[in-house]
C-alpha cells in the first residue's frame, strides 16, 4: 500500500493556466506539508497543515492556495502559473503529537509551466 | 532564515568504498535528519537522531548527532551500485513534532562498479 501518494505524477500547462496537484496519506497521521524542490534539487517547505488548519506558510505567492478536505488529504491549487513554478512539488506527512518527528514524502509532481 | 550547509556537494567513488557526507549549522536543532532520493522519486527517511551525541546505524548506514546539536555527519560502509542518489540532511529546530524542516542542499553519491 501506497503511504503517501499523489497525483499527477507529471504536470504540463501552459503559462496563465490554473491547476491542481492532489495528496493522500494512509499512515493516520496529524500533519501534511507541501515542499517545492528547484531544479538545483534544493528542497524548501511552501505549508504545513495540522488536522485540516494551516501553520505554516512560507511566504508562498498568493496564487498558491492549499486545501485540506480531512487530515488524509491535502491538495494544492496553483493560479496564474508561471515559468518560475516549473519544479517538483512533494507533499509529505508526520504523525504529530509527542510522537515521531519523521517526515514521510510522496513521490512527486513534475510541473513544467511552458 | 536558518540554514544547513552540507559536504560535500557531490561524490565518485569506487564500489566497496565508505563514505561520509556532513552537515552544519549556525543555529542548534533539536532533531536531525538523514533521506535519500532516488531519481524521479520522493525523499525517503534513513535515519532519525533525537539526542546530541546519538549515534544510530541502519545496516551499512551510521549516523551521529553531533555534540553541539549543530551538526550531523552519514556513514556509508562498503557502498554498492544502488547507494547511488542524492542525500540530504534535514533539521528541526522547534520541539512539536509539527515543525519546519530544513534542508541540506544534498550530496549526490555517484558509485562506479
Known amino acids: 500500500d501506497t503511504a503517501v501518494s499523489q497525483t499527477p505524477k507529471y504536470l504540463v500547462t501552459q503559462m496563465g493556466n490554473d491547476k491542481s496537484i492532489k495528496c493522500e496519506q494512509n499512515?493516520?497521521?496529524?500533519?501534511m506539508y507541501w515542499y517545492k524542490q528547484d531544479s538545483k534539487k534544493f528542497l524548501k517547505i511552501m505549508f504545513s497543515?495540522?488536522?485540516?488548519?494551516?501553520?505554516i506558510n512560507e511566504t508562498v505567492p498568493n496564487r498558491f492556495s492549499p486545501k485540506s478536505p480531512d487530515k488524509a488529504h491535502l491538495n494544492l491549487h496553483i493560479n496564474s502559473l508561471e515559468l518560475g513554478d516549473s519544479a517538483v512539488y512533494f507533499c509529505a506527512s508526520v504523525a504529530g503529537g509527542l510522537g515521531s518527528n519523521e517526515q514521510f514524502f510522496g513521490p512527486g509532481t513534475r510541473l513544467t509551466v511552458l | 532564515g536558518q540554514q544547513l550547509n552540507q559536504s560535500p556537494q557531490s561524490m565518485f567513488i569506487q564500489e566497496g568504498e565508505d563514505v561520509s557526507m556532513n552537515c552544519t549549522s549556525s543555529?542548534?536543532?533539536?532533531?536531525w535528519l538523514w533521506y535519500k532520493q532516488d531519481p524521479g522519486e520522493g525523499p525517503v527517511l534513513l535515519i532519525a537522531?533525537?539526542?546530541?551525541?546519538e549515534l544510530t546505524s541502519n545496516g551499512r548506514l551510521t549516523a551521529q548527532f553531533g555534540i553541539t546539536r549543530k551538526d550531523s555527519f552519514l556513514n556509508i560502509s562498503a557502498s554498492i551500485p544502488s547507494d547511488v542518489g542524492i542525500y540530504f540532511c534535514a533539521g528541526l529546530a522547534g520541539g512539536t513534532s509539527y515543525g519546519k524542516l530544513t534542508f541540506g542542499q544534498g550530496t549526490i553519491l555517484t558509485v562506479h562498479p
Open positions: 497543515y495540522n488536522n485540516k488548519e494551516l501553520i
Open positions: 543555529s542548534i536543532f533539536n532533531t
Open positions: 537522531l533525537y539526542k546530541a551525541g
Open positions: 499512515l493516520g497521521h496529524d500533519t
